[in-house]
């Protein structure tokens, strides 16, 4: 079966760390670009970064630039995003998807066709 499973989501404190994952299975991750995505409750859903398929250029929004990296382990089949210096807002539910096969990271969100299930992230303040 052709899916993405995202995990580690959580409660965590402010100014601490999480690590989500995003678990292929049914295709070889290391194939296609990947986003991440937050959806706030009350808010659109928000792209936070994209890790190519060509170079693993990793690319991040302003709002977690410097706080969130995501990576990959191919040999897991997984991306992740590590989620450093939390803040309240980061609070919400957590998306990979995967960017179109023979595309790669750009600017139009419009490109992505696989997604999770979404993992849940809460920050205490």
């Known amino acids: 079966q052709v899916q993405l499973v995202e995990s580690g989501g959580g409660l965590a404190q402010y100014g601490g760390s999480l690590r989500l994952s995003c678990e292929a299975s049914?295709?070889?991750?290391?194939?296609?670009?990947i986003g991440w995505f937050r959806q706030a409750p009350g808010k659109e859903r928000e792209r936070l970064s994209c890790i190519s398929k060509s170079d693993n250029r990793a690319y991040y929004a302003d709002s977690v630039k410097g706080r969130f990296t995501t990576s990959r382990n191919n040999a897991k089949n997984t991306v992740y995003l590590q989620m450093n210096n939390l803040k309240s807002e980061d609070a919400g539910n957590y998306f990979c998807a995967t960017i179109r096969y023979g595309m790669d990271c750009s600017i139009s969100e419009k490109i992505y066709d696989l997604w999770g299930q979404g993992t849940q992230v809460t920050v205490s303040s």
């Open positions: 049914g295709f070889r991750l290391a194939d296609y670009g």
